[in-house]
């Protein structure tokens, strides 16, 4: 049996394709067009609009169909799917002027991103979002270390919690992420079945940008390709 494959897009800056914004904006449905009028400034219009853009020009090439016809919908809970292509598995994260895009198929998946940011609130996130076990680990160790930890935990439980696409009502510290092989989980919330089931990716990204992508198949082969 073939390995599960999942191709990771990724671009540190999508500011670097704003001349492309008029071709972006062309392929938007009336939705999308809504959306990112609703955006005051006007760097986070331009933001949208090339953000997914880029995320209908990438599932066009992998479908081998039309960017501006395909039918993106969202659950209840926010998560995107192709009602027209149910087995292609997909998800999107961006944050700051950094994007990422996973896509796969047949699978539960999830990605999440996220820029370094210094905090006064470590302890209080880990009080609320951390199981015990990850607790534990994050005061082992040394001061210096645990805010780029925090990051490497939040990122899993994150790409979880969209995988599922049931929202933070899972509840993040029920997504407990094994401190001793954090490709791996000791314990999901029941809706998301068995622990040892799913698997967790972690992105091989620049210094202070921090990215995993989880997958409800075990030994799938990730591929980080960049944006062009």
């Known amino acids: ?76 809970f926010g998560k995107p799917f192709l009602p027209d292509h149910p087995d292609t598995s ?33 302890e209080g996130l880990v009080k609320k979002c951390f199981a015990p076990e990850e607790a534990d680990y994050w005061y082992s160790l040394d001061r210096s270390k645990r805010s780029r930890a925090f990051y490497q935990f939040w990122v899993k439980k994150e790409g979880f919690v969209k995988a599922v696409g049931k929202g933070i009502t899972l509840g993040l510290d029920q997504c407990v992420v094994n401190p001793d092989d954090t490709s791996s989980f000791l314990r999901v919330p029941e809706l998301g079945g068995l622990a040892d089931q799913w698997q967790i990716h972690t992105l091989d990204l620049p210094e202070n940008e921090f990215g995993a992508v989880v997958c409800d198949q075990r030994n799938a082969k990730l591929q980080l390709i960049a944006i062009s």
């Open 90 to 122: 997909f998800n999107m994260s961006h944050s700051g002027d950094s994007l990422a895009v996973v896509i796969s198929s047949q699978c539960q998946l999830g990605i999440d991103l996220e820029r370094y940011k210094s905090r006064h609130t470590w």
């Open 1 to 76: 049996m073939s390995r599960q494959e999942i191709k990771v897009f990724y671009t540190p800056s999508v500011l670097n394709f704003t001349s492309r914004l008029s071709e972006y904006k062309a392929l938007l449905d009336q939705n999308e067009l809504a959306i990112a009028e609703r955006f005051k400034i006007s760097k986070l219009k331009v933001r949208y609009i090339i953000c997914h853009g880029i995320l209908r020009q990438l599932l066009a090439k992998h479908l081998n169909q039309s960017a501006a016809d395909l039918e993106i919908e969202k659950t209840e």
